[in-house]
Protein backbone atom coordinates (compact mmCIF):
# COMPACT_ATOMS: atom_id res chain seq x y z
CA UNK A 1 0.00 0.00 0.00
CA UNK A 2 1.13 3.45 -0.86
CA UNK A 3 -1.33 5.23 1.47
CA UNK A 4 -2.39 7.79 -1.72
CA UNK A 5 -0.40 10.79 -3.34
CA UNK A 6 3.44 9.82 -3.14
CA UNK A 7 4.58 13.02 -4.88
CA UNK A 8 2.72 15.86 -5.30
CA UNK A 9 3.70 20.14 -5.92
CA UNK A 10 6.26 21.51 -3.29
CA UNK A 11 4.36 23.01 -0.41
CA UNK A 12 7.04 25.77 -0.56
CA UNK A 13 6.77 27.15 -3.98
CA UNK A 14 4.30 27.14 -6.69
CA UNK A 15 5.91 24.11 -8.84
CA UNK A 16 4.08 25.16 -11.53
CA UNK A 17 6.37 26.67 -14.54
CA UNK A 18 3.40 29.25 -16.02
CA UNK A 19 5.89 30.33 -18.68
CA UNK A 20 6.53 26.74 -19.78
CA UNK A 21 2.94 25.16 -20.70
CA UNK A 22 2.79 25.05 -16.87
CA UNK A 23 4.49 22.44 -16.98
CA UNK A 24 4.27 21.24 -12.87
CA UNK A 25 7.54 20.31 -10.85
CA UNK A 26 6.72 17.07 -8.18
CA UNK A 27 8.92 16.20 -5.36
CA UNK A 28 8.72 12.82 -3.52
CA UNK A 29 6.57 13.64 -0.10
CA UNK A 30 8.35 13.08 2.97
CA UNK A 31 5.92 12.34 5.49
CA UNK A 32 6.75 9.44 7.92
CA UNK A 33 4.02 7.16 6.34
CA UNK A 34 5.31 8.22 2.49
CA UNK A 35 9.01 7.39 2.99
CA UNK A 36 8.09 4.01 5.19
CA UNK A 37 5.77 2.79 2.59
CA UNK A 38 8.03 4.07 -0.82
CA UNK A 39 10.81 2.10 1.49
CA UNK A 40 8.58 -1.22 2.02
CA UNK A 41 7.20 -0.81 -2.25
CA UNK A 42 11.20 -0.52 -3.45
CA UNK A 43 12.20 -3.43 -1.14
CA UNK A 44 9.36 -5.68 -2.42
CA UNK A 45 9.70 -4.80 -5.73
CA UNK A 46 13.35 -5.41 -6.05
CA UNK A 47 12.76 -8.70 -5.71
CA UNK A 48 10.38 -9.75 -8.09
CA UNK A 49 9.79 -10.18 -12.38
CA UNK A 50 7.39 -7.67 -12.84
CA UNK A 51 5.51 -5.08 -10.90
CA UNK A 52 1.44 -4.53 -11.30
CA UNK A 53 0.12 -1.10 -9.54
CA UNK A 54 -3.55 -1.32 -8.85
CA UNK A 55 -4.10 2.15 -7.12
CA UNK A 56 -7.50 3.44 -7.20
CA UNK A 57 -10.10 3.03 -10.53
CA UNK A 58 -10.25 6.77 -10.93
CA UNK A 59 -7.99 9.89 -12.11
CA UNK A 60 -6.29 10.20 -8.60
CA UNK A 61 -5.44 6.80 -8.69
CA UNK A 62 -4.17 6.56 -12.45
CA UNK A 63 -1.76 9.77 -11.50
CA UNK A 64 -0.76 7.92 -8.52
CA UNK A 65 0.26 4.48 -10.57
CA UNK A 66 1.94 6.70 -12.62
CA UNK A 67 4.04 8.90 -9.72
CA UNK A 68 4.96 5.33 -8.45
CA UNK A 69 6.03 3.97 -11.73
CA UNK A 70 7.90 6.94 -12.12
CA UNK A 71 9.75 6.70 -8.39
CA UNK A 72 10.36 2.61 -9.41
CA UNK A 73 12.07 3.97 -13.03
CA UNK A 74 14.28 5.94 -11.30
CA UNK A 75 15.24 3.47 -8.83
CA UNK A 76 18.03 1.23 -10.07
CA UNK A 77 17.40 -2.15 -8.80
CA UNK A 78 14.11 -1.88 -10.66
CA UNK A 79 14.58 0.68 -13.16
CA UNK A 80 14.55 -2.49 -16.21
CA UNK A 81 11.29 -3.70 -14.63
CA UNK A 82 8.20 -4.41 -16.57
CA UNK A 83 5.57 -1.82 -14.81
CA UNK A 84 1.96 -2.02 -15.41
CA UNK A 85 -1.26 -1.11 -14.49
CA UNK A 86 -4.15 -3.40 -13.45
CA UNK A 87 -7.52 -2.03 -12.29
CA UNK A 88 -11.06 -3.51 -10.31
CA UNK A 89 -13.85 -2.18 -8.54
CA UNK A 90 -14.62 -4.57 -6.22
CA UNK A 91 -12.24 -6.34 -4.03
CA UNK A 92 -13.10 -9.91 -4.76
CA UNK A 93 -11.07 -13.03 -5.85
CA UNK A 94 -12.50 -13.27 -9.08
CA UNK A 95 -12.34 -9.62 -9.83
CA UNK A 96 -8.79 -9.09 -8.71
CA UNK A 97 -7.51 -12.91 -10.60
CA UNK A 98 -9.83 -10.68 -14.01
CA UNK A 99 -7.16 -7.52 -13.58
CA UNK A 100 -4.40 -9.40 -13.23
CA UNK A 101 -4.30 -11.37 -16.52
CA UNK A 102 -5.39 -7.72 -18.17
CA UNK A 103 -2.26 -5.49 -17.58
CA UNK A 104 -2.29 -2.26 -19.53
CA UNK A 105 -0.12 1.11 -19.57
CA UNK A 106 -0.90 3.96 -17.60
CA UNK A 107 -3.74 6.16 -19.24
CA UNK A 108 -2.71 9.40 -19.68
CA UNK A 109 -5.50 11.21 -20.56
CA UNK A 110 -6.55 10.35 -16.93
CA UNK A 111 -3.45 11.40 -15.40
CA UNK A 112 -3.36 14.71 -17.51
CA UNK A 113 -6.72 15.49 -16.19
CA UNK A 114 -6.05 14.72 -12.90
CA UNK A 115 -2.69 17.27 -13.51
CA UNK A 116 -4.55 20.10 -15.21
CA UNK A 117 -6.86 20.51 -12.00
CA UNK A 118 -3.97 19.87 -9.48
CA UNK A 119 -2.12 22.65 -11.55
CA UNK A 120 -5.41 24.82 -11.40
CA UNK A 121 -5.56 24.24 -7.21
CA UNK A 122 -2.51 25.38 -7.06
CA UNK A 123 -2.76 28.28 -8.93
CA UNK A 124 -5.89 29.78 -7.43
CA UNK A 125 -4.80 28.31 -3.58
CA UNK A 126 -0.84 30.10 -4.10
CA UNK A 127 -1.99 33.27 -5.77
CA UNK A 128 -4.69 34.27 -3.97
CA UNK A 129 -4.49 32.75 -0.52
CA UNK A 130 -1.28 35.53 0.10
CA UNK A 131 -3.44 38.31 -1.28
CA UNK A 132 -6.35 36.99 1.35
CA UNK A 133 -3.52 37.19 3.86
CA UNK A 134 -2.69 40.69 3.39
CA UNK A 135 -6.17 42.20 3.04
CA UNK A 136 -8.19 40.01 5.84
CA UNK A 137 -6.08 38.40 8.01
CA UNK A 138 -2.58 35.95 7.77
CA UNK A 139 -3.08 32.14 7.35
CA UNK A 140 -6.16 32.06 5.24
CA UNK A 141 -6.59 30.21 2.06
CA UNK A 142 -8.28 30.23 -0.92
CA UNK A 143 -9.29 27.48 -3.46
CA UNK A 144 -10.72 26.43 -6.51
CA UNK A 145 -13.63 24.68 -4.96
CA UNK A 146 -13.71 25.16 -1.67
CA UNK A 147 -14.27 28.85 -2.05
CA UNK A 148 -17.01 28.43 -4.50
CA UNK A 149 -18.68 26.33 -1.77
CA UNK A 150 -18.46 28.87 0.57
CA UNK A 151 -19.84 31.19 -1.70
CA UNK A 152 -22.82 28.64 -1.78
CA UNK A 153 -23.32 29.13 1.95
CA UNK A 154 -22.67 32.41 1.97
CA UNK A 155 -25.05 32.95 -0.70
CA UNK A 156 -27.89 30.64 0.88
CA UNK A 157 -27.59 32.91 4.02
CA UNK A 158 -27.97 35.82 2.24
CA UNK A 159 -31.21 34.21 0.65
CA UNK A 160 -32.65 34.04 4.67
CA UNK A 161 -31.72 37.53 5.61
CA UNK A 162 -33.76 39.12 2.49
CA UNK A 163 -36.53 36.69 2.88
CA UNK A 164 -39.55 38.57 3.34
CA UNK A 165 -42.50 35.60 5.26
CA UNK A 166 -45.89 35.19 3.36
CA UNK A 167 -49.42 34.80 4.76
CA UNK A 168 -51.30 31.85 3.48
CA UNK A 169 -54.00 30.20 4.98
CA UNK A 170 -55.29 26.03 4.51
CA UNK A 171 -58.62 24.68 5.31
CA UNK A 172 -59.35 21.35 6.15
CA UNK A 173 -63.05 19.79 6.39
CA UNK A 174 -63.96 16.90 8.76
CA UNK A 175 -66.46 14.43 6.56
CA UNK A 176 -68.94 12.07 7.58
CA UNK A 177 -70.09 9.89 5.45
CA UNK A 178 -73.58 8.34 5.15
CA UNK A 179 -72.41 5.11 6.71
CA UNK A 180 -70.91 7.31 9.72
CA UNK A 181 -67.34 6.82 8.67
CA UNK A 182 -65.32 10.05 8.97
CA UNK A 183 -62.27 11.31 6.57
CA UNK A 184 -60.74 14.76 5.62
CA UNK A 185 -60.55 16.70 2.88
CA UNK A 186 -58.84 19.66 2.14
CA UNK A 187 -59.96 22.92 0.53
CA UNK A 188 -57.72 22.38 -3.18
CA UNK A 189 -60.11 25.97 -4.93
CA UNK A 190 -61.86 28.43 -4.99
CA UNK A 191 -63.81 29.54 -8.49
CA UNK A 192 -61.21 27.64 -10.25
CA UNK A 193 -58.02 28.50 -8.95
CA UNK A 194 -55.95 27.03 -6.97
CA UNK A 195 -55.70 27.87 -3.25
CA UNK A 196 -51.58 27.05 -3.31
CA UNK A 197 -48.96 29.30 -2.04
CA UNK A 198 -48.27 31.98 -4.82
CA UNK A 199 -51.38 30.65 -6.50
CA UNK A 200 -54.82 32.95 -8.04
CA UNK A 201 -57.03 31.64 -5.37
CA UNK A 202 -54.70 32.23 -2.04
CA UNK A 203 -56.18 32.96 1.36
CA UNK A 204 -54.05 35.31 2.42
CA UNK A 205 -55.48 36.82 5.62
CA UNK A 206 -58.03 36.21 8.87
CA UNK A 207 -60.23 38.45 6.89
CA UNK A 208 -60.47 36.22 3.67
CA UNK A 209 -60.25 32.76 5.60
CA UNK A 210 -63.62 34.24 7.51
CA UNK A 211 -64.88 35.26 4.34
CA UNK A 212 -64.69 31.49 2.65
CA UNK A 213 -65.59 30.25 6.07
CA UNK A 214 -68.97 32.05 6.20
CA UNK A 215 -69.47 31.32 2.64
CA UNK A 216 -69.05 27.73 3.91
CA UNK A 217 -70.90 27.27 7.01
CA UNK A 218 -74.28 26.51 6.03
CA UNK A 219 -73.67 24.81 2.10
CA UNK A 220 -74.79 21.36 1.69
CA UNK A 221 -72.10 18.59 0.74
CA UNK A 222 -72.20 16.30 -1.77
CA UNK A 223 -69.84 13.95 -3.39
CA UNK A 224 -68.73 15.32 -7.00
CA UNK A 225 -66.38 12.43 -8.51
CA UNK A 226 -64.79 9.47 -7.22
CA UNK A 227 -61.82 8.38 -9.23
CA UNK A 228 -59.82 5.38 -9.15
CA UNK A 229 -56.76 5.17 -11.04
CA UNK A 230 -53.47 3.02 -10.32
CA UNK A 231 -50.42 4.29 -10.22
CA UNK A 232 -46.62 2.67 -10.08
CA UNK A 233 -44.15 4.01 -7.89
CA UNK A 234 -40.46 2.27 -9.06
CA UNK A 235 -37.59 1.89 -7.11
CA UNK A 236 -34.68 3.87 -6.37
CA UNK A 237 -31.69 3.52 -8.15
CA UNK A 238 -28.99 2.02 -6.51
CA UNK A 239 -25.96 4.67 -4.61
CA UNK A 240 -23.97 6.89 -5.95
CA UNK A 241 -21.59 8.81 -3.85
CA UNK A 242 -23.73 12.16 -3.37
CA UNK A 243 -26.96 9.81 -2.53
CA UNK A 244 -25.23 7.28 -0.53
CA UNK A 245 -23.72 10.48 1.62
CA UNK A 246 -27.46 12.29 1.75
CA UNK A 247 -29.20 8.59 2.80
CA UNK A 248 -26.75 7.82 5.75
CA UNK A 249 -26.96 11.44 6.82
CA UNK A 250 -31.29 11.61 6.77
CA UNK A 251 -31.49 7.88 7.99
CA UNK A 252 -28.72 7.52 10.59
CA UNK A 253 -26.94 11.67 11.07
CA UNK A 254 -24.19 10.32 9.94
CA UNK A 255 -21.30 13.17 8.36
CA UNK A 256 -20.23 12.77 5.03
CA UNK A 257 -16.68 12.28 6.50
CA UNK A 258 -18.14 8.92 8.42
CA UNK A 259 -20.35 7.72 5.91
CA UNK A 260 -16.95 7.83 3.40
CA UNK A 261 -14.67 6.46 6.26
CA UNK A 262 -17.05 3.46 7.05
CA UNK A 263 -17.24 2.87 3.18
CA UNK A 264 -14.00 2.61 2.61
CA UNK A 265 -13.84 0.05 5.77
CA UNK A 266 -16.50 -2.23 3.90
CA UNK A 267 -14.33 -1.74 0.00
CA UNK A 268 -11.20 -2.48 1.34
CA UNK A 269 -12.70 -5.67 3.52
CA UNK A 270 -13.84 -7.16 6.37
CA UNK A 271 -13.21 -10.74 7.27
CA UNK A 272 -16.42 -12.67 7.33
CA UNK A 273 -15.91 -16.13 8.74
CA UNK A 274 -14.74 -19.09 6.71
CA UNK A 275 -14.50 -17.03 3.45
CA UNK A 276 -12.04 -14.81 5.19
CA UNK A 277 -11.34 -11.21 4.08
CA UNK A 278 -13.61 -10.46 1.42
CA UNK A 279 -14.92 -6.91 -0.06
CA UNK A 280 -18.09 -6.55 0.72
CA UNK A 281 -19.26 -3.45 -1.66
CA UNK A 282 -17.50 -1.91 -4.74
CA UNK A 283 -15.62 1.50 -4.86
CA UNK A 284 -17.52 4.04 -2.56
CA UNK A 285 -16.82 7.13 -4.90
CA UNK A 286 -18.48 6.80 -8.15
CA UNK A 287 -21.60 8.96 -9.99
CA UNK A 288 -22.60 6.44 -12.17
CA UNK A 289 -25.91 4.05 -11.79
CA UNK A 290 -24.15 1.31 -14.01
CA UNK A 291 -24.16 -2.18 -12.80
CA UNK A 292 -22.20 -5.13 -14.28
CA UNK A 293 -23.68 -8.17 -15.90
CA UNK A 294 -22.09 -10.12 -12.79
CA UNK A 295 -24.03 -8.03 -10.51
CA UNK A 296 -27.56 -7.85 -11.77
CA UNK A 297 -27.59 -11.96 -12.55
CA UNK A 298 -26.47 -12.14 -8.27
CA UNK A 299 -29.60 -9.88 -7.35
CA UNK A 300 -32.03 -11.66 -10.02
CA UNK A 301 -31.41 -14.69 -8.84
CA UNK A 302 -31.33 -13.86 -5.03
CA UNK A 303 -34.61 -12.06 -6.04
CA UNK A 304 -35.92 -15.10 -7.34
CA UNK A 305 -34.74 -17.85 -4.33
CA UNK A 306 -35.74 -15.23 -1.74
CA UNK A 307 -39.10 -13.55 -3.02
CA UNK A 308 -40.25 -15.98 -6.05
CA UNK A 309 -41.01 -15.13 -9.29
CA UNK A 310 -44.15 -12.12 -8.89
CA UNK A 311 -40.46 -10.17 -7.63
CA UNK A 312 -38.40 -10.67 -10.56
CA UNK A 313 -39.07 -8.09 -13.55
CA UNK A 314 -38.90 -9.96 -17.14
CA UNK A 315 -35.52 -7.99 -17.64
CA UNK A 316 -33.01 -6.23 -15.39
CA UNK A 317 -34.01 -2.92 -14.22
CA UNK A 318 -31.59 -0.23 -16.09
CA UNK A 319 -30.97 3.57 -14.82
CA UNK A 320 -29.87 6.32 -16.54
CA UNK A 321 -26.96 8.34 -15.96
CA UNK A 322 -26.76 12.08 -15.36
CA UNK A 323 -25.06 13.41 -18.87
CA UNK A 324 -22.48 15.53 -16.96
CA UNK A 325 -21.38 11.76 -15.12
CA UNK A 326 -17.73 10.27 -15.52
CA UNK A 327 -19.17 6.73 -15.34
CA UNK A 328 -15.62 5.68 -14.23
CA UNK A 329 -17.22 2.86 -12.26
CA UNK A 330 -20.00 0.88 -11.51
CA UNK A 331 -22.80 2.41 -8.92
CA UNK A 332 -22.20 1.25 -5.16
CA UNK A 333 -23.46 -2.18 -4.53
CA UNK A 334 -22.67 -4.92 -2.24
CA UNK A 335 -20.05 -7.30 -4.27
CA UNK A 336 -22.55 -10.34 -3.76
CA UNK A 337 -26.63 -10.04 -3.17
CA UNK A 338 -25.73 -13.20 -1.31
CA UNK A 339 -24.39 -11.75 1.76
CA UNK A 340 -27.25 -10.20 3.05
CA UNK A 341 -26.92 -8.04 6.41
CA UNK A 342 -28.54 -11.15 8.26
CA UNK A 343 -25.97 -13.27 6.72
CA UNK A 344 -22.42 -11.50 7.73
CA UNK A 345 -23.84 -9.28 10.80
CA UNK A 346 -21.89 -10.57 13.08
CA UNK A 347 -18.52 -9.70 11.47
CA UNK A 348 -19.29 -6.45 11.43
CA UNK A 349 -19.68 -3.40 13.57
CA UNK A 350 -22.86 -1.43 14.51
CA UNK A 351 -21.95 1.69 12.19
CA UNK A 352 -20.51 -0.55 9.32
CA UNK A 353 -23.96 -3.14 9.23
CA UNK A 354 -26.12 -0.24 9.47
CA UNK A 355 -24.04 1.50 6.03
CA UNK A 356 -24.09 -1.87 4.53
CA UNK A 357 -27.41 -2.65 4.89
CA UNK A 358 -28.23 0.78 3.27
CA UNK A 359 -26.48 -0.09 0.22
CA UNK A 360 -27.37 -3.76 0.28
CA UNK A 361 -31.14 -3.13 0.18
CA UNK A 362 -30.65 -0.41 -2.05
CA UNK A 363 -29.31 -2.56 -4.66
CA UNK A 364 -31.64 -5.25 -3.97
CA UNK A 365 -34.93 -3.11 -4.09
CA UNK A 366 -33.24 -1.49 -7.37
CA UNK A 367 -33.86 -5.31 -9.79
CA UNK A 368 -37.54 -5.37 -7.98
CA UNK A 369 -40.82 -4.34 -9.83
CA UNK A 370 -42.91 -1.15 -9.13
CA UNK A 371 -45.30 -1.07 -5.99
CA UNK A 372 -48.57 -1.05 -7.77
CA UNK A 373 -50.97 1.34 -6.06
CA UNK A 374 -54.30 2.06 -6.45
CA UNK A 375 -54.94 5.90 -5.84
CA UNK A 376 -58.92 7.27 -4.78
CA UNK A 377 -59.39 11.21 -5.68
CA UNK A 378 -62.85 12.27 -4.36
CA UNK A 379 -63.24 15.77 -5.27
CA UNK A 380 -66.26 17.59 -3.13
CA UNK A 381 -67.38 20.65 -4.99
CA UNK A 382 -69.50 23.25 -3.01
CA UNK A 383 -70.02 26.14 -4.97
CA UNK A 384 -67.25 28.17 -5.89
CA UNK A 385 -65.05 25.89 -3.62
CA UNK A 386 -63.55 22.69 -4.11
CA UNK A 387 -62.72 20.39 -1.57
CA UNK A 388 -60.25 17.04 -2.37
CA UNK A 389 -59.05 14.05 -0.61
CA UNK A 390 -56.23 11.54 -1.74
CA UNK A 391 -56.18 7.90 -0.57
CA UNK A 392 -54.58 5.30 -2.11
CA UNK A 393 -54.63 0.93 -1.20
CA UNK A 394 -51.44 -1.21 -2.18
CA UNK A 395 -52.15 -3.52 -4.82
CA UNK A 396 -48.86 -4.99 -4.76
CA UNK A 397 -45.84 -4.62 -2.97
CA UNK A 398 -43.32 -4.78 -5.26
CA UNK A 399 -39.43 -3.50 -4.23
CA UNK A 400 -41.10 -2.12 -0.87
CA UNK A 401 -41.41 -5.24 0.40
CA UNK A 402 -37.91 -5.09 0.81
CA UNK A 403 -36.96 -1.16 1.06
CA UNK A 404 -39.30 1.16 3.11
CA UNK A 405 -39.75 4.59 1.17
CA UNK A 406 -40.57 8.25 2.77
CA UNK A 407 -44.70 8.56 2.95
CA UNK A 408 -45.28 10.82 -0.04
CA UNK A 409 -47.62 13.68 -0.08
CA UNK A 410 -48.88 15.36 -3.08
CA UNK A 411 -48.72 19.17 -3.69
CA UNK A 412 -51.56 20.37 -1.80
CA UNK A 413 -49.77 18.60 1.84
CA UNK A 414 -52.39 15.31 1.24
CA UNK A 415 -50.89 12.04 2.60
CA UNK A 416 -51.46 10.02 -0.66
CA UNK A 417 -50.37 6.58 1.23
CA UNK A 418 -53.60 7.06 3.54
CA UNK A 419 -56.44 4.53 3.63
CA UNK A 420 -60.13 6.17 2.65
CA UNK A 421 -63.61 4.86 3.99
CA UNK A 422 -66.06 3.64 1.24
CA UNK A 423 -67.08 6.82 -0.77
CA UNK A 424 -69.31 6.82 -3.39
CA UNK A 425 -70.23 9.64 -6.29
CA UNK A 426 -73.29 11.46 -5.38
CA UNK A 427 -73.57 10.68 -1.74
CA UNK A 428 -74.75 13.22 0.61
CA UNK A 429 -72.10 14.17 3.33
CA UNK A 430 -71.92 15.17 6.49
CA UNK A 431 -70.07 18.22 8.10
CA UNK A 432 -68.27 17.61 11.17
CA UNK A 433 -66.14 20.17 11.44
CA UNK A 434 -64.12 23.23 9.48
CA UNK A 435 -60.37 23.89 10.56
CA UNK A 436 -59.06 26.88 9.23
CA UNK A 437 -54.84 27.62 9.90
CA UNK A 438 -52.85 30.28 9.44
CA UNK A 439 -49.52 29.21 7.98
CA UNK A 440 -46.23 31.52 6.79
CA UNK A 441 -43.99 30.82 4.18
CA UNK A 442 -40.21 30.05 5.31
CA UNK A 443 -36.94 30.82 4.00
CA UNK A 444 -34.86 28.38 2.11
CA UNK A 445 -33.73 25.71 5.00
CA UNK A 446 -29.48 26.68 5.86
CA UNK A 447 -27.54 23.79 4.24
CA UNK A 448 -27.30 20.31 6.19
CA UNK A 449 -23.81 18.80 5.01
CA UNK A 450 -26.31 15.53 2.98
CA UNK A 451 -27.97 18.98 1.40
CA UNK A 452 -25.08 20.92 0.72
CA UNK A 453 -23.55 17.61 -1.50
CA UNK A 454 -26.78 17.42 -3.51
CA UNK A 455 -26.14 20.67 -4.13
CA UNK A 456 -22.59 20.61 -5.00
CA UNK A 457 -23.33 17.63 -7.37
CA UNK A 458 -26.08 19.48 -9.14
CA UNK A 459 -24.13 22.13 -9.90
CA UNK A 460 -21.07 20.49 -11.15
CA UNK A 461 -18.50 21.47 -8.38
CA UNK A 462 -16.25 19.03 -7.05
CA UNK A 463 -16.65 15.36 -7.70
CA UNK A 464 -17.52 12.11 -5.65
CA UNK A 465 -14.15 12.10 -3.99
CA UNK A 466 -13.83 15.66 -2.96
CA UNK A 467 -17.48 16.27 -1.16
CA UNK A 468 -16.37 15.44 2.41
CA UNK A 469 -12.77 16.41 1.95
CA UNK A 470 -14.55 20.03 0.78
CA UNK A 471 -16.81 20.30 3.88
CA UNK A 472 -14.19 18.93 6.13
CA UNK A 473 -12.26 21.80 5.08
CA UNK A 474 -14.39 24.70 5.23
CA UNK A 475 -15.36 23.63 8.30
CA UNK A 476 -11.53 23.58 9.59
CA UNK A 477 -10.67 27.08 8.20
CA UNK A 478 -13.54 28.10 10.03
CA UNK A 479 -15.08 29.56 7.11
CA UNK A 480 -18.46 27.52 7.66
CA UNK A 481 -19.65 26.10 11.30
CA UNK A 482 -22.13 23.26 12.09
CA UNK A 483 -25.39 25.31 14.40
CA UNK A 484 -27.92 22.26 15.34
CA UNK A 485 -26.64 20.55 12.88
CA UNK A 486 -27.14 22.91 9.68
CA UNK A 487 -24.18 24.65 8.26
CA UNK A 488 -23.61 28.69 8.59
CA UNK A 489 -21.09 31.04 7.51
CA UNK A 490 -19.06 32.28 10.00
CA UNK A 491 -18.43 36.46 10.12
CA UNK A 492 -14.62 34.99 8.53
CA UNK A 493 -16.26 32.95 6.19
CA UNK A 494 -18.74 36.13 5.04
CA UNK A 495 -15.59 38.03 4.77
CA UNK A 496 -13.58 35.80 2.69
CA UNK A 497 -16.34 35.47 0.75
CA UNK A 498 -17.09 39.23 -0.57
CA UNK A 499 -13.66 39.95 -0.71
CA UNK A 500 -12.94 36.91 -3.25
CA UNK A 501 -16.16 37.85 -5.00
CA UNK A 502 -15.37 41.20 -5.70
CA UNK A 503 -11.93 40.59 -6.69
CA UNK A 504 -11.94 37.46 -8.88
CA UNK A 505 -15.98 36.75 -9.87
CA UNK A 506 -14.27 34.71 -12.82
CA UNK A 507 -12.59 31.96 -10.84
CA UNK A 508 -15.32 32.16 -7.74
CA UNK A 509 -18.06 31.38 -10.40
CA UNK A 510 -20.00 28.28 -10.17
CA UNK A 511 -19.66 28.07 -14.16
CA UNK A 512 -16.12 28.20 -14.17
CA UNK A 513 -15.64 25.51 -11.16
CA UNK A 514 -18.15 22.96 -12.80
CA UNK A 515 -16.14 23.15 -16.53
Known sequence: ACFGAVRDLPKSTLGVDVDNNFEPKYVTLREETNRKALKEIKESAAKVDEILIASDPDREGEAIAWHVAEILKNFKKTADKPTSRIVFNEI????????????????????????????????????????????????????????????????????????????????????????????????????????????????KSQEDADAVLAALKSAEYTVGSVTRKEVRRRPSPPFITSTLQQDASRKFGMSTGQTMAIAQQLYQGISIGAEGQVGLITYMRTDSLRLSNEALDSARSYIQKTYGDEFLPQKPNFYKNKKNAQDAHEAIRPTSAFHTPESIGQHLTQEQLKLYTLIWKRFVACQMPPAVMDQTTVDIPVDDFLFRSTGSIMKFQGFTKLYEVAKDEDENGNDTNRLLPEINEAEALGLNELKPEQHFTKPPPRFSEASLVRAMEENGIGRPSTYAPTIRTIMNRMYVEKVTGRLVPTELGEEVNTWLVKNFPDILSVDFTAR
Do not use: C
Open 92 to 203: TKDNVKKAVKAPREVDFNLVDAQQARRVIDRLVGYKISPLLGWVVRKGLSAGRVQSVTVRMVVDRENEIRAFVPEEYWSMDAEFKTPRQENFTAKLHSRKGESIAVGKPGQI
